[in-house]
């Protein structure tokens, strides 16, 4: 699998569930005290909290972590070269990062 596919299997093993309850909540209380949020952070929390966006949030990932130059590239393991050993750690911490959203 790429670096692309690996995370986008994990977003969608991941589910929305309660995202966008929780969102709404979230919206309401930050209204409430009138907070602002961060718009990088409320662009990603949108795009986790709808059903059937996990692109959205796994290019998002890449971003971030600074992994769109090897997106496409094989993952690897012992038998196939891959990814250098840091951008498998980078890709293991988006895998992290998902399953807490």
């Given at each position: 699998m790429t670096v692309r596919e690996t995370l986008?299997?994990?977003?969608?093993?991941?589910?929305?569930?309660?995202?966008?309850?929780m969102l709404t909540e979230l919206s309401r209380r930050e209204k409430e005290a009138n907070i602002k949020?961060?718009?990088?952070?409320?662009?990603?929390?949108?795009?986790?909290?709808?059903e059937g966006q996990e692109s959205v949030v796994t290019d998002y990932i890449l971003k971030i972590l600074g992994l769109e130059i090897c997106a496409d590239t094989m993952v690897g393991d012992s038998m196939i070269?891959?990814?250098s050993g840091g951008q498998k750690k980078h890709v293991t911490t988006?895998?992290?990062n998902l399953q807490l959203n």
């Open positions: 986008a299997f994990s977003a969608r093993c991941q589910g929305v569930g309660m995202r966008y309850d949020p961060d718009p990088d952070v409320d662009v990603y929390m949108k795009a986790i909290s709808v070269r891959g990814i988006g895998i992290c």
